[in-house]
């Protein structure tokens, strides 16, 4: 079955320290990729996308992600993460006109 | 300048009203979308509209009516309301229905039904 996986549903990092978050999908073919935030109370907002070429973006707020073929995965990174990163990130891929969302990965950061 | 706006944010009603949540984008995109997300953060879509004809309509109950008066507008009205309908309700708009249109969020609804 075609799916998006978030593995991790809850990060604590310190702040200043660097980030990963985790996304793998299960399609027949590469869909477009996509990372959004949604920070409290807020809708989501865009953070980067992949269609196709360098398989490392960069996206708003320091953020970049890396796409992996052989592992299916886009994980997104954060060299080093601020208290105003706290928020909730949702992984997207969208193999045809529609998008399809992973269950999300809620962020904390401690001082 | 809200590029995807919605009305109400917030909506507390009980079980059995009909209501609705209005959406409006500025964009100048011809595609809207209504999403559901769940107590557990899980988003998933409803409708589509591209030009105002409904290009996707996932299985949700008929008591869900999108109405699409223009380009710029999708409302999601809701009758006999139930309590699992109990959500928060994004709009989205892109561009287009395409492979590379990007999705941009309102900043949601939030429906409780008592």
């Known amino acids: 079955a075609q799916s998006v996986t978030q593995p991790d549903i809850h990060i604590t990092v310190s702040e200043g320290a660097s980030l990963e978050l985790r996304c793998n999908y299960s399609y027949g073919a590469t869909p477009y990729l996509f990372w959004y935030v949604q920070s409290p109370g807020q809708g989501l907002q865009l953070l980067l996308k992949y269609f196709s ?9 320091g953020f970049e992600a890396e796409f992996k073929r052989s592992q299916s995965s886009f994980n997104l990174r954060k060299p080093s993460v601020h208290w105003s990163d706290a928020a909730e990130y949702f992984c997207a891929v969208k193999p045809g006109n529609q998008f399809y969302f992973g269950t999300g990965t809620s962020l904390t950061v401690i001082p | 300048d809200t590029a995807v706006s919605q009305t109400p944010k917030y909506l507390v009603t009980q079980m059995g009203n009909d209501k609705s949540i209005k959406c409006e984008q500025n964009l100048g995109h011809d595609t809207m979308y209504w999403y559901k997300q769940d107590s557990k953060k899980f988003l998933k879509i409803m409708f589509s509209y591209n030009n105002k004809e409904l290009i996707i309509n996932e299985t949700v109950p008929n008591r869900f009516s999108p109405k699409s008066p223009d380009k710029a507008h999708l409302n999601l ?3 006999s309301l139930e309590l699992g309908d109990s959500a928060v309700y994004f709009c989205a708009s892109s561009p287009g229905a395409g492979l590379r249109d990007t999705q941009y969020f309102g900043p949601g609804t939030r429906l409780t039904v008592l």
Do not use: A, E, M, S
């Not at chain 1, 070429?53 to 707020?61: A, E, F, R, S, W």
């Open chain 1, 53 to 61: 070429g360098d398989t490392l973006v960069q996206g708003i707020k």
């Open chain 2, 77 to 79: 009205h809701i009758n």
